[in-house]
Each structure stands twice: as structure tokens, then as C-alpha cells.
């Protein structure tokens, strides 16, 4: 099992940059690919970014293509989301999630999340 805590959020402004961490607890992080996720109010929650569990595969909605960088430390048990340009539709509590198996888009593949951080982007 693993927990997940968020960690980075904040209010910017539009066109700035956050980086957003996700500090594991466990000895077997590197055995969990991981993502970010985010849920806007009143909308369902969306996949940002993936990355598997030697960071050789890394997925990326369209929506932050370009625009943000995940990666991870299984040394330190920690995947950040450095997110740039960043406009006010990308507003949302930001999620990060752990998987067991593959890395995957899919909301419903990850087993383990943590409690959110809030991003918000003012125009």
C-alpha cells in the first residue's frame, strides 16, 4: 500500500508556472507507475499526465501537451508536475494517483490517490 501526499498548489497568474509534488510513503514506490489528475468544479475528473515506473513511458493529455513536464525520483518517492503557461482553464484540485500495474490514462486503473491540491489560475 501506499499513501500520497499533494503538495505545490496555489493561486497564479495567468501565463506563470507551479510545480506541483507528490511525496510517496513506502519502500516500493518504484514498483507504482504514477499520474496527475485534476477535477475542475461542477466537471469530471480529467488526466494530465502519466509516468511509468522507470520513467520511460510518459503519456500527456493534450490539453497540457507542451506546456508541462512530469517526472519522478524512486530514490526520493516523489513524481512532480512542473506546469508552465499556465491559463485559467487549467483551475482544479490536482491528483495524484499510483498504479501497480502499467502505466495508463485511465482514471479507473489507479488504486491509490491522495487528498488534492488546489490550483488556480487568474486571468
Known amino acids: 500500500q501506499v499513501q500520497l501526499v499533494e503538495s505545490g498548489g496555489g493561486l497564479v497568474q495567468a501565463g506563470g508556472s507551479l510545480r506541483l509534488s507528490c511525496a510517496a510513503s513506502g519502500r516500493t514506490f518504484s514498483a507504482y507507475s504514477m499520474a496527475w489528475f485534476r477535477q475542475a468544479p461542477g466537471k469530471e475528473r480529467e488526466f494530465v499526465a502519466a509516468i511509468s515506473q522507470s520513467s520511460g513511458t510518459i503519456y500527456y493529455a493534450d490539453s497540457v501537451k507542451g506546456r508541462s513536464t512530469i517526472s519522478r525520483d524512486n530514490a526520493k518517492n516523489t513524481v512532480w508536475l512542473q506546469m508552465n503557461n499556465l491559463r485559467p482553464e487549467d483551475t482544479a484540485v490536482y491528483y495524484c494517483?499510483?498504479?501497480?500495474?502499467?502505466?495508463?490514462?485511465?482514471?479507473?486503473?489507479?488504486?491509490?490517490w491522495g487528498q488534492g491540491t488546489q490550483v488556480t489560475v487568474s486571468s
Open positions: 494517483a499510483a498504479d501497480r500495474l502499467g502505466v495508463t490514462t485511465s482514471r479507473y486503473n489507479y488504486d491509490y
